[in-house]
Structures are given as C-alpha cells and as structure tokens.
C-alpha cells in the first residue's frame, strides 16, 4: 500500500493530506463537544451535528491552506512545518470560536471550552500524520537505500549528515574518525568508531559505501583507506574540500569518486605566486613541443599569468592546431595577449633564430623530445637527435638572440639511465650545464627541471591501464616490484615555471614527490576504481586479472631524481636545487660534434657507443635486466 501512495503524483499525494486533515478536524471538534458534555454522541439544541463538522474541515482545510502545509514535501518536513502546523490550527480554532459565538447563543451554542480540547487534539492528529507519513515514506526508502559511513566527524562529516539526511537513497549508519577525542562520542545519536577499526566498523554496520570528509592533506591516509575497504567491495567517495569549493571546482553537495591523484601519498604542491609571475608576467614567451601534454599545459599555465606574447612550436600540425584553438578560447575575453603558432622543428637552427629574434623572447620552456622508451629504444638515432641535439640548437638560438631564461622540461630516467631516451635526455643536461658554465657573460640563465612520471600524459601507463580495462583486461604490469614516482600534469607545468624563475644557471631542480608508487598497486587502484574486482588465483570469480610481461628493454625498476647527494633547499619547500657535475663546453664540443656526424650517417652502434662514453653509468648491453623494468608504457 505504501508503494502505491508512493507512487501518487504530486497533486494526488496534496488531495489525499487535504481528506486525512478534514477528517482530523471533524473528529478533533467529536472529541472536544464529547469530552464537554460527557456523553459519546453529543448534540447541540438547533445545530445540525453534521453541518458543525463540515464547517470545522473546511475551517481547517482554509486555514492550512493559507499557512502553506500543503506546499510543503512530507519527507522533508522539520522543525520548522511544526510551527506552521500551530499556527493553522490555531487560525482555525480562533475562526470557530468566533462563529461559535456569533451564531449561538450561550445556552444553545457550542460550549466555549471545548475548543482548547479542538485546538490540541487538532494539533496532535495533523502533526502525528505527517510524522507517520514521513517515517514510513523513509522506512521505505531505507530498505533499498545504500548504508554509509562518514570518515571524519568533524564540522564537514557533521554538515554531510545533514545534507544526507534529506537524501531518501541513502542512510548513514555511523562515523570514523582518528582524533581519539571524538571516538565514542555520538552526533545526532550516530556513533563515533575509531578509524584504526574501519574493516571491523564496515562489516559490523554492513555499510557499502564511505565518504571521506578529510583534508587534501590527508593524502597518505586517503590512499590506505582506498586499499583497505576496496577489498571488502565498499565504494569511497570524496567530499569536496573547502579549497575546491572555495576555487569553484566543486559544488558543496557534489559527492566524487576517489580519483588517482588521492592515491598518490602526499599532498599537493602548492605554487608560489612570486615564482609563477616572475618570468611571465609582461614577457614574451616561447613553448616548444607545445603540443604535448606537458608542453600544453605550460601553455596554459603561462597564459593566465598575463605575458605579452606566446609563442607555442610544435612540429605536429594537428596538436598546433588543437592548441591554438585551446588557447584562443581561454582568453576569449582578453584581446592584449598575443598568440603565435608556430609549426616547426627544434632541429631547426635558423628557424628557431629567426621565430626567437622576430618575437623578442625573453622565456623559452623547452618541452620538445622523444619520451617513450620502448620507441626511443628501438630508433635511437632519432632519440638523441631531437632529445640533446634539438635541445642544444634551441639552447644555442636563445644565447645568439639574448634570451633571459632557459627552462629544460627533463626526466628522472636521467639519472644513471638505462635507456636511450634516459641517456640522451641527460647528456641534453649536460650541454646545457657545459652551455651555461661556459657563457657566463651571456643573459642567458639555462634551468633543468627533473621530475618522475605525469598522471594522465600521453603515453604513459594510466591511460593505457584505462584502455587495458575498458577492453576487459588482462592488465600488463612488466614487473612486480617495479616502483615510479608520479605527479599531476598541473603539478609538473608548475614546478617547470617556477624552478625558471629560481634559476642562477646551470641548475638542475627536483621535486619532493613523497614515497614511489608500486605500479602493481596502481594497477589495482585503478582496477577498484573502475568498478571492477582483481581476478587472482584465490578469487578465480573476478573480472580483470593483472599479467606480468617480463622486463622490456630501457627499463628501469626504480627511478631517481638526484645524482649523489649534493641537494638542497630552494625558495619553494617542495622544490630542491641539485648541484651535478658536468663536463666542460671545450671537452664536451668535439664529442657532440662526433655524435652528430653519427647521427648525420645513421651509425647506430656509433651512437650508442658515444652516449656511452658521454654518459656516466649508461648501460648499452640490454642482455641483463636485473637492474629494472618499468610498467607497459613509460612516460
């Protein structure tokens, strides 16, 4: 029956609350006249019984009416619907005291007094019916609803509650917390549990769902609660922080699934702004390899800072294009700032002078290479010739044309590399360290940022994990143990602006990216996060399973950020200053010459042995693979 009340519509459900309160009305003012005058009938010398009750309903059902209870949804109703109940009531039962006194003399008339009887019987039978209608309505709700638990009783878990109190598709069944002041104590009768027991607290109140109304700076505890209650098949969302709401990101009821960048294990880096402007602001800018997902988002990033001019080069004429249009639509509203595609390469010595000199550059974010390993891998003369050779030429463009800063976008598989893309991205790094010890007259500061692998960049192993899943899996980790540091494109796009601004020439920056991610986890994070279970020997009845392929060649175990030990603190807490050594430009000139004459000839086995030679600790013989591996893709 309470289905099909349920299913009345809306004007339907405000006919059936107009009979049940007429009758409450007629049978309040019964009881007021019986209780009165003592008897079970009662009658009134010249008045119709049946007219009195008649008029009372409709008396009733005016007043409230005009109070407004029919506009009002019974699930929802509070506090305040009580007051407008009284005062309906109260309405009503003034109007009848005056007919009453009116129409009848004292004798014949209605007895005055039994109208507190009316007004209170009144009172209780509608405010009782709308308490039973809503506590049905919930009841049945509750049935078919998701059970929750809010991790983090303080004044956002306590605020959610609220909110999902009105929400007939859920019923939260308690609390976590960590702060032992708050364990056991109650809101809203709901139980405080210890978040120390959260397996134990998910089983016994058989929730299948968790919201984590934690700070963003919970991330490492963020990531252990994802581990732990996806393996009990309960769901975890986020509440929008205070920041997210406050920057217009999220909505304050907007409840989000977990997402990678929460399982990272550390906070995010937050920019300074000083750092950010500083090499921006009013200045021309130039953005190679800027149709790639690091280069795009410095575009981005450098855009809202307010330059004079950006000049973005890419040598792939669709992602140029896709760019522009990008960047066109971002400062639709600004006419000031000047955007340039250029589509060329950075093999490109004169081009590069020329696009340099005609636009007055003052800032060059050298993002152009190679970056995939397994493809560098396997054609590595066209690795190291746009990996350090183009980035000499750029380098070489900027000192002619009085650039003011150099910013190299490079990687931690430079440091000790197993693989050409990692060999010819440090000796990248070397020529310009070379560039900047030897040019200490020149305005040209160069600047190298190191930083692990991007969230989400092209080539990299989220999205190919995602495509992995979506097709149903197997998921293909290379190895078991293989560990990468990983960051957010926003995160690295910042961390290259601001490391150019800090910059004193030859520097090379890293970032504190906290503890190294187990790609075999992130490969189950992943599989959790799509809604699907592992399949693994001991749960046969999974969805995807995970494969190790074996160890591909180039590919490292683990990553570093730093050779040796020589590091140290920056104007930015997160960001650290690396001094390396390098080789001089007189000693390092005639072996790029070399190389490039290798290149020119496409001699393989003369590049490799070069990079070799110019690259401490350079493995070239791939036979043995005990060193590393890497997941399927690299960044």
Known sequence: ???CLESL???GKQWLAVFVDACVFAVSLWLGLAIKLEVFWPQIADHSMAQLYAVAAGVG??????????????????????????NAVTVATIILVAIAFLVADRANGIPRSASVIFWMSSLIGIGSARALARYAIRSMSASSSSRILIYGAGDVGAGLLALLAQDR???????????????????RSLRVYSGADVTAVVRATKANAVLLALPESSRRRRRELFDQLSRENVKVMLVPTLKEIADGTSQIAALQPIKLEDLLGRPPIEPMLDLLTKNIASANVLVTGAGGSIGQEIARQVLKLGPRSLIVLDNCEFNLYNLEKDLRAQCANSTSIKIVPVLASVLDRVRLERVMSEHAIETVFH???YKHVPIVEMNEVEGVNCNTIGTLRTAQAAIRTGVRSFVLISTDKAVRPTSVMGASKRLAEKCLQALAAESQGSKTRFTMVRFGNVLGSSGSVVPH???????????????ADVTRYFMTIPEAASLVIQAGAMGRGGDVFVLDMGEPVLIMQLARSMIRLAGYREKTAEFPGGD???????MRPGEKLYEELIIGDNCGPTEHPAILRAQEKFTPWMQLEPAIERLEAAIDQHDVARVRSLLRELVSGYLVDHADFSVGANSPLDR
């Open 367 to 369: 993002a152009a290479a």
């Open 465 to 479: 994990f995602e495509d992995q899943i979506r097709r149903g899996g197997p998921v293909t980790v290379t190895h």
């Open 544 to 550: 995807i399973e995970i494969q190790c392929t074996g």
């Open 61 to 86: 059902i005016a007043s409230c009416w005009g109070c407004g209870l029919y506009r009002e949804v019974t699930r929802y109703v509070g506090f305040r619907f009580a007051f407008r109940v009284a």
């Open 1 to 3: 029956m309470l289905q």
């Open 9 to 11: 519509p809306r004007r």
């Open 169 to 187: 598709r859920s019923t939260v069944v308690g609390f976590l917390d960590d702060h032992p002041d708050r364990i056991g104590r109650e809101i």
